[in-house]
């Protein structure tokens, strides 16, 4: 029986492990760009690794969506056999087709095609290098796609632990990797860490797994009924869930063809601005999205608008500030985090000019989620399949049209642009659906919160820029006094800019913040 208790434990479960495994993955950046830079050999990693993460995340994420309905049917009638006949299939039929998939990559694509797709603009021996990083990398897609069954299965069964740790030992693996394999094997170090840490990821799964009733067999049953609803299910949430990566394959192609480094450097801009992204949005939106089902559920359209606007307000009054903090320092915070090693001077500018920049998208990226899940109580995947799917057209023109004139600044800028009239475009599909949302309101607390933002990030920057003219910022401890100090001065300010504009859901992000920390603390 789930309860709502149950609830609160997985998600704050859930929270924690994101919290763990962002750090580690930031661990795993910066000794990334420690010992590599942002170089062309990067380059070749950092065009394919979140590509093919992304593409096989996807077929994972869709996998669990269709899977877990499904099985769960199988539970509840208490149907075993047919329960264990789908989980077999599933499993062995995704093995088989992406077997099929790496072979044909392996050995039919000749390495210069291969690459093409990843990076037309790469030549000489950036070719030659990143071929071996993709035959390397390619079978890494059956463990992240197997993840979809395995974290599907155990979520089914109320465990939420292992699935959502698995990532922290990908980012150890990695790290490993750098630090223990022969140094002659220079990025291809990555590249072999990658593929260990998610075949790592998804054996880990296994025992528990097991001590959960799973045994496996060599079962194939194609046309069993529950395989072709799980198939009917994940369609649409594969359609919109491969967006990600086709952008991403977009944005490597484009940075291919710019100087040496670009790849890399838009892809440590891109993960330091997730690090608030990702805590702070699951933080709100995994307690959420039962309350709007619920309510959906029981047609109590009016208090969902409610609950709708105050977890958007909630993510403003935490998100936007955050946005200001990493536009006005981007350069001290890039600096502090990764200029160190084989990450030089130079590396430094054009990551902070990439961070602003997709730092803009950082609410709108925020609230997007809040609304897909909206809809999605609403038993309404189609909306947000077109909506997707039409913001990878517009994303691709403006990546086209910006890069020309702005370089990897025109790639951040389109992807920011991109999500804010995604957005927009939700809330207006949203309130034609549900005839109206309570905008005056909302739209009044989103002006001081950005008027309360600016005054912080007008505050942090010159701080930061006196600090900077006091102090020799050569020096690590130089450095973290200037964006501790900027960033501690900021927030008191953005607080005391909020509680005098009387935002309202001030209360709301505070009470979130205790309710957190009383699960924590029980």
């Known amino acids: 029986m789930i309860s709502g208790k149950t609830i609160a434990k997985g998600a704050v479960v859930v929270m924690a492990a994101t919290l763990l495994s962002r750090m580690f993955g930031f661990i795993r950046d910066m000794v990334i760009a420690n010992y590599f830079g942002a170089t062309g050999a990067t380059d070749a990693y950092q065009a394919t690794y979140p590509v093919l993460y992304g593409i096989g995340a996807a077929i994972a994420a869709s996998v669990s969506a269709g899977f877990i309905p499904v099985y769960n049917s199988y539970l509840v009638s208490n149907d075993r056999e047919n329960a264990s006949k789908l989980v077999n299939t599933l499993i062995n039929l995704l093995v088989f087709l992406l077997l099929l998939i790496i072979l044909l990559g392996t050995f039919s694509i000749p390495v210069p095609g291969l690459v093409k797709i990843f990076a037309p603009g790469f030549r000489g021996d950036s070719v030659q290098l990143t071929g071996q990083l993709i035959r390397i990398m390619l079978p890494s897609l059956i463990f992240v796609s197997l993840m979809g069954i395995a974290s599907g299965y155990l979520n089914s069964r109320q465990h939420f632990l292992f699935p959502a740790l698995g990532p922290i030992f990908t980012s150890l693996s990695i790290i ?45 049953a194609i046309f069993h009924p529950g395989v072709s609803r799980v198939f009917k299910l994940m369609m649409p949430v594969l359609a919109a869930s491969m967006a990600p990566p086709l952008i991403l394959l977009v944005e490597r192609r484009l940075a291919s063809g710019l100087d040496a480094g670009s790849i890399s450097t838009l892809t440590y801009a891109f993960r330091l601005m997730q690090l608030p992204l990702g805590l702070f949005v699951m933080a709100v939106s995994v307690p959420l999205f039962p309350a709007l089902s619920a309510l959906a559920a029981q047609k109590d359209f009016e208090r969902l608008k409610e609950t709708m606007a105050k977890g958007i307000g909630v993510l403003a009054v935490i998100m936007i500030p955050a946005s200001a903090g990493l536009i006005a320092l981007d350069i001290p915070i890039v600096r502090l985090l990764f200029e160190r090693g084989a990450f030089e001077a130079k590396d430094t500018l054009p990551t ?7 730092s803009l998208a950082l609410g709108p990226l925020a609230v997007r989620d809040i609304f897909r899940r909206g809809f999605y109580s609403l038993q309404d995947t189609v909306t947000t399949v077109v909506v997707t799917l039409l913001s990878l057209l517009l994303n691709v023109i403006l990546d086209f049209a910006l890069v020309e004139v702005m370089g990897i600044g025109g790639l951040a800028l389109g992807a ?45 920057y010159y701080t930061s820029m006196f600090i900077g003219g006091v102090m020799d910022l050569s020096s690590n401890f130089a450095r973290l006094v200037q964006v501790g100090v900027s960033i501690s001065l900021g927030v008191l300010i953005y607080l005391v800019a ?25």
Do not use: C, H, W
């Open 416 to 460: 920011s642009l991109t999500v804010l009239i995604e957005v927009s475009l939700l809330y207006f599909l949203f309130n034609k659906k549900l005839k109206g949302m309570p905008l005056k309101s909302f739209g009044t607390n989103l002006l001081k919160i950005l008027i309360a933002s600016i005054i912080m990030g007008v505050a942090a």
């Open 498 to 522: 909020v509680i005098a504009l009387k935002v309202e859901v001030v209360q709301d992000a505070f009470e979130m913040v205790k309710d957190i920390y009383i699960k924590f603390a029980r």
């Open 352 to 358: 902070a000019y990439a961070l602003a920049l997709y």
């Open 176 to 220: 490993g990797s750098i630090i223990f394999l022969d140094p002659s094997l220079g990025v291809k170090r990555l590249a072999i860490g990658t593929l260990v840490g998610f075949g790592f990821q998804f054996l880990l799964q296994l025992p528990m797994m097991y001590k959960k009733g799973f045994r496996y067999k060599l079962e194939l």
